[in-house]
């Protein structure tokens, strides 16, 4: 099993509305893709920024390129990430999970 990692930060007052947005659009893409196992989407306020951090979890490499695209370390945007995201962090992180 592979665990993908990405960070993505927005302004505290858009904490709620980025929290819906995942569960409404980002959520559902994941979970509908073959080989996806399951998610962890975790949240918290720090120096005056919302930091948001996904890890997913997949059964292999290959069932993450079906999701991410050939390049797979590429992180995935959707089109509202522009309304709310401060940044856009190029990469995200693959861990092998063994326990």
Request: charged share 35%; proline share 2%.
């Amino acid at each position: 099993m592979i665990a993908r990692i990405w960070h993505g930060k927005t302004k505290v007052e858009d904490y709620e509305a980025y929290t819906e947005f995942t569960k409404k659009t980002a959520i559902p893409d994941y979970s509908k893709t073959t080989g996806f196992i399951k998610l962890s989407f975790l949240r918290n306020i720090k120096n005056n920024e919302a930091h948001f951090t996904l890890i997913t979890y997949w059964e292999n490499l290959e069932v993450i390129k079906n999701f991410a695209g050939e390049d797979f370390e590429k992180a995935k945007y959707y089109p509202e990430d522009d309304d709310f995201l401060l940044e856009f962090e190029e990469k995200v992180e693959h861990f092998e999970v063994f326990a």
